[in-house]
């Protein structure tokens, strides 16, 4: 009597945690307090984008290229996981330096793309002191002088106006077009807004500032020592005008000094300390250094770099003893979050670049959906149909607990958020067909023991007895296989090999637990002395 209110016990609790996350699928506005999980759908259900990478090691000796590749590979990896997408897919093509991501119901590929291409290399940098910034004006200036005829895109920063000189008619000479950039200061007109402000570029010209930067022969004029870089874009006016640095081109600290990164909210008075920021919390060995350069130059600015964009330059007002820095600047919470998780994750090795990209529609995963629910209906219902004929009222138990174990898979994938694709449909419906299996071996035991002449009770017992050894061989042998594809599988196999582990559990609880208690309940409880099957 114990042994089945403890199965008893244990059957309502699996059957209400089952109606409590499946219910909402099907049931609309349920009261507050049912879960708000839903069962979550793989990219080829319900859509999503499809990205593959090449790796750029072309710049890398021949010995390190395959190790960039599988570090780029984890560290992209890394960056998904923390990136919140349900279920990505993320695999190495073959014996080639491309990676495959698929990002089932992602709403924004562009903020995937930008999280996944970035290198992050984070630098701190000193700025440069006003007389460097002015040589490096003057320098830059002299060298567009000098060399204007290469760079006729700059014609409109000259500011000098061409002139024609009239001669007698009488010479040789004819008119004349002269035209002198002696004196113009191109690179100063260039960087220099519309609102007179120096150091800062207008949005029209950012992109003539980034060819210049590229120039190998731009570059090597920049004074020794010295850089230009730009400033991060303001997300809240991304055709405002941006700052321009000039920079020591050294870095006083890289991004392997650091720690851990934090996405932080400021409650500060003032618009500076206000809105989210990100923390950066270096080594112990990086903290000693952070130390010493905030000592050593009070009263400089210090920028924080990533990816050769400004994205902060502060003055330094005092020694910075505790081994923590802030990046701050008109974040939102998702641009912080996705800084913080490419800091985390670490730099990339090699340069990626996106070479395909593709989006499935939300029509080809309801046609995927329709196909593979319709195939599961048929299913059960062929089976419920030849339980039923063959088996009576026997076989109608049976179908309850295929019924049960249906419901019990959906159950628990939405409970431990897993997402289901139309491989682990396929896996539902193999399940469907094996969930009976365990009933028919008992059925026929019980089938043998009626025919012996033993009670209806005895024959019950006995057969559920008699068949529970063969039926946990079976299952645990295929459990093993599953577990086993989920390992070692990728993809649309995990998939399965999860709704298969899934349903091999359930069936057995459904097939011996449930169906034995429905017997007891309904049948020997009641001393029949006849049974359909």
């Known amino acids: 009597m114990r042994n089945r209110k403890i199965r008893g016990l244990i059957i309502l609790v699996v059957l209400l945690v089952t109606a409590y996350y499946f219910l909402p699928m099907v049931v609309p506005n349920l009261p507050s307090f049912w879960t708000t999980k839903r069962l979550k759908l793989g990219l080829d259900l319900q859509g999503g984008s499809q990205i593959q990478l090449e790796v750029d090691t072309s710049k890398l000796p021949?010995?390190?290229?395959?190790?960039?590749?599988?570090?780029?590979?984890?560290?992209?990896?890394?960056?998904?996981?923390?990136?919140g997408v349900a279920e990505p897919l993320i695999q190495r093509v073959a014996n080639q330096n491309r990676i495959i991501i698929q990002l089932p119901g992602l709403k924004?590929?562009?903020?995937?793309?930008?999280?996944?291409?970035?290198?992050?290399?984070?630098?701190?940098?000193?700025?440069?002191?006003?007389?460097?910034?002015?040589?490096?004006?003057?320098?830059?200036?002299?060298?567009?002088?000098?060399?204007?005829?290469?760079?006729?895109?700059?014609?409109?920063?000259?500011?000098?106006?061409?002139?024609?000189?009239?001669?007698?008619?009488?010479?040789?000479?004819?008119?004349?077009?002269?035209?002198?950039?002696?004196?113009?200061?191109?690179f100063t007109d260039l960087t220099t807004s519309h609102d007179g402000y120096p150091l800062k570029i207008d949005y029209n010209y950012i992109s003539?500032?980034?060819?210049?930067?590229?120039?190998?022969?731009?570059?090597?004029?920049?004074?020794?020592?010295?850089?230009?870089?730009?400033?991060?874009?303001?997300?809240?006016?991304?055709?405002?005008?941006?700052?321009?640095?000039?920079?020591?081109?050294?870095?006083?600290?890289?991004?392997?000094?650091?720690?851990?990164?934090?996405?932080?909210?400021?409650?500060?008075?003032?618009?500076?300390?206000?809105?989210?920021?990100?923390?950066?919390?270096?080594?112990k060995t990086g903290a000693k250094k952070f130390k010493n350069i905030t000592a050593q130059n009070i009263g400089e600015r210090l920028s924080i770099m990533l990816d050769n964009i400004v994205f902060i330059?502060?003055?330094?007002?005092?020694?910075?003893?505790?081994?923590?820095?802030?990046?701050?600047?008109?974040?939102?919470?998702?641009?912080?979050?996705?800084?913080?998780?490419?800091?985390?994750?670490?730099?990339?090795?090699?340069?990626?670049?996106?070479?395909?990209?593709?989006?499935v529609g939300p029509t080809l995963g309801s046609d995927s959906i329709k196909a593979g629910v319709l195939a599961a209906i048929i299913g059960l219902l062929i089976v419920i149909l030849f339980m039923v004929i063959y088996y009576g009222l026997s076989g109608l138990f049976a179908d309850i607990a295929v019924i049960v174990n249906v419901t019990f898979i959906i159950a628990v994938m939405t409970m431990l958020e897993g997402t289901l694709t139309m491989p682990g449909i396929a896996g539902m419906i193999l399940t469907i067909g094996m969930a009976v299996d365990a009933n028919v071996i008992i059925f026929e035991r019980i089938r043998e023991n009626m025919a012996l002449g033993k009670t209806v009770r005895s024959a019950v017992d006995s057969g559920f007895s008699r068949a529970l050894v063969t039926i946990l061989d079976a299952n645990i042998t295929t459990l093993i296989t599953a577990l086993v594809l989920y390992q070692f599988g990728t993809g649309p196999i995990?998939?399965?090999?999860?709704?298969?582990?899934?349903?091999?559990?359930?069936?057995?609880?459904?097939?011996?637990?449930?169906?034995?208690?429905?017997?007891?309940?309904?049948?020997?409880?009641?001393?029949?002395?006849?049974?359909?099957?």
Do not use: W
């Open 494 to 533: 995990k998939g399965f090999a999860v709704t298969l582990s899934i349903g091999i559990v359930g069936s057995m609880f459904a097939s011996i637990v449930l169906v034995k208690a429905i017997f007891d309940g309904v049948i020997t409880n009641a001393a029949k002395d006849k049974l359909s099957i």
């Open 108 to 186: 924004d590929p562009t903020r995937a793309k930008n999280l996944i291409g970035q290198t992050a290399m984070l630098e701190f940098k000193l700025v440069a002191s006003s007389e460097q910034m002015q040589q490096t004006y003057e320098a830059m200036d002299k060298f567009l002088q000098e060399n204007f005829e290469n760079y006729d895109y700059l014609e409109e920063f000259t500011d000098i106006e061409e002139t024609e000189e009239v001669v007698d008619v009488l010479e040789t000479d004819v008119d004349s077009t002269d035209t002198s950039y002696d004196n113009a200061m191109i």
């Open 313 to 359: 330059a502060p003055s330094i007002e005092s020694r910075i003893p505790n081994g923590q820095a802030r990046i701050t600047g008109n974040f939102t919470i998702e641009e912080c979050q996705d800084l913080v998780i490419v800091l985390n994750a670490g730099s990339l090795p090699a340069p990626v670049s996106i070479v395909e990209e593709r989006t």
């Open 208 to 283: 003539i500032l980034k060819k210049l930067l590229k120039d190998p022969q731009f570059i090597q004029h920049i004074p020794t020592g010295l850089q230009i870089a730009l400033g991060k874009e303001d997300k809240n006016d991304p055709y405002a005008a941006r700052d321009i640095y000039i920079l020591h081109k050294r870095a006083e600290i890289g991004g392997s000094s650091l720690d851990h990164a934090f996405t932080k909210i400021g409650q500060g008075y003032t618009a500076k300390d206000k809105g989210p920021y990100i923390l950066l919390e270096f080594k």
């Open 62 to 83: 021949e010995n390190e290229k395959e190790d960039a590749i599988k570090t780029a590979y984890e560290i992209i990896r890394n960056r998904i996981d923390q990136f």
